[in-house]
Structure formats: C-alpha cells, structure tokens
C-alpha cells in the first residue's frame, strides 16, 4: 500500500536551521496535495505548509518567511526547509499526501509517522 516516510527532524538551536524531507511510495497513481502539519504536546494538529500538483504553496502566518516548501514531481518527495528556528517551532512534523491509486478513484489521504523537532538551547 502507499506509504509516506518522513527524515530529517532533530534537535537544533535557536536561530538554527533542519530540513525534513518526506517521500511516497506504493501503488500511486497521481498525487494531489503535499503539505507538512505539526502538532506540539497538548495542542491539535495545525498546517504548516502545503504544496499542489501544479507548484502553488501556501503558509501559515507563523513560518511566513522562514519556511519553504519544495516537491519533486517525479520522485514523489517533498521536503520543508525550516531557518531561523524558535522554540515555538517544537513538536512533531507530519507529511500528509493526497494521492489516486488508478485514473477512474478519488484521491485518499496518506499521512506519514511524524519526525521530532526540538529548537532548544
């Protein structure tokens, strides 16, 4: 089945940067939507960045300027280059992705198991 796998999390100062990357893989079709959330301890899941098909991106108003997200069509990856970190930033990163498993199905969503990130003096 499709699976989706995130990398790149870790422990990094404030001020620092991390990129995580995320890949899918299975029986895709097509792929719609990639987006990275987040969800810190205690807090509901929110929206950090996503990305369409056809290279629009959309951000929250909290990593404006300081997130980007960026996809390869082809290789099925998208990846969220974090700078100038704060410790607001903490919490576990999920790679979500919308893919169709045959031309005539409707897109399902497909969520990955999260890498930690900790912006910490």
């Known amino acids: 089945q499709v699976q989706v796998v995130e990398s790149g999390g870790g422990l990094v100062q404030p001020g620092g940067s991390l990129r995580l990357s995320c890949a899918a893989s299975g029986p895709i079709f097509s792929i719609g939507a990639m987006d990275w959330y987040r969800q810190a301890p205690g807090a509901r899941r929110e929206v950090v960045a996503t990305?369409?098909?056809?290279?629009?991106?959309a951000y929250a108003d909290s990593v404006k300027g300081r997130f980007t997200i960026s996809r390869d069509n082809a290789k099925k990856t998208v990846s969220l280059q974090m700078n100038s970190l704060k410790p607001e930033d903490t919490a576990g990163y999920y790679c979500?992705?919308?893919?169709?498993?045959?031309?005539?199905?409707?897109?399902?969503?497909?969520w990955g198991q999260g890498t930690q990130v900790t912006v910490s003096s």
């Open positions: 979500n992705v919308v893919a169709r498993l045959g031309a005539l199905k409707s897109g399902n969503s497909y």
């Open positions: 990305s369409t098909s056809d290279g629009e991106t």
